[in-house]
């Protein structure tokens, strides 16, 4: 489907550009941007603060170490 997309969507624009300009093409991407930008404003992320124990370092160990270890464990095609 991403394939169709990539294709469709430049065809669309070279059509839109050769029938309207260059004028309405861009005043319609920047409506359509600003509507995006205002659903994102919507989006909410559930966040929930770790309570960590050390320093700056000791955290990035921790996540470097876990980081490796979802790598090798999970995800056999990337460390294979």
Known sequence: MAS????IAPMLGGVLYA???LKP???ASVVCFLITALFECFIRFSYQR???QGGVFQIVKQDF???M???SK???EVSA
């Open 4 to 7: 169709l997309s990539y294709l």
């Open 19 to 21: 029938m309207f300009g």
């Open 25 to 27: 093409v861009m005043y």
């Open 50 to 52: 770790i309570q960590s």
């Open 65 to 67: 170490l876990s980081s």
């Open 69 to 71: 270890q979802y790598i």
């Open 74 to 76: 999970e995800r056999q």
